[in-house]
């Protein structure tokens, strides 16, 4: 795995970011698609369909994308994920301190969804406060829940596909100096 100030072996054009959820990965994806010109493909808008329901076009439409010669994706959904690994030329794995900086910005990012009433994908928006306490998969919990899972996965994909390169960014200063630095100098 390739430290922040690593540089890449090459011009990434397509780009998967890992992460548990809330720790900014679609925000990173975003940042990286404007340093590449990569188009952002965001994951979770293929994957909700209306009601929280699972679209049934998400891995065809998946596929589609992961065909095309460019594109920076969210490393998510335990169906989607090998597709990725597979096409991805660029693993960046974004392991901040969770319970300094991924929890919080979980909790207020969920906050400021719910009280916002801010809609996302396809109309949903996030479920009312107290399903923290009732729904095992209410995402606050379900980011606390899976906070150790990447130090799993991430080695397993190293050992796969040894030729990946995996970047792993610990903190939000990493974060900055790797996407002007590594990253913006693979692409000039």
Not at 24 to 31: A, E, V
Request: hydrophobic share 40%; aromatic share 8%.
């Amino acid at each position: 795995m390739l430290g922040f100030d690593d540089s890449l072996p090459h011009r990434p054009r397509r780009i998967a970011v890992a992460g548990v959820s809330g720790v900014g990965k679609t925000t990173l994806s975003r940042r990286i698609s404007a340093v590449t010109g990569a188009p952002h493909i965001e994951i979770d808008a293929l994957y909700h369909g209306p009601d929280w329901t699972p679209r049934l076009t998400f891995l065809p439409d998946v596929h589609a994308f992961v065909d095309s010669d460019t594109w920076v994706t969210e490393w998510q959904y335990s169906d989607a994920r090998p597709l990725l690994t597979a096409r991805a030329d660029l693993l960046v794995w974004l392991d901040l301190p969770f319970v300094t900086v991924t929890l919080p910005r979980v909790i207020v990012r969920t906050l400021r969804r719910r009280l916002g009433r801010e809609p996302l994908w396809n109309g949903n928006i996030e479920p009312p406060l107290h399903t923290f306490f009732t729904d095992p998969e209410h995402i606050v919990r379900w980011s606390i829940s899976t906070r150790g899972k990447y130090r799993e996965r991430l080695p397993a994909v190293a050992a796969q596909r040894p030729e990946l390169p995996i970047v792993r960014l610990r903190s939000t200063r990493e974060v900055e100096r790797w996407l002007s630095g590594p990253l913006a100098a693979s692409v000039r």
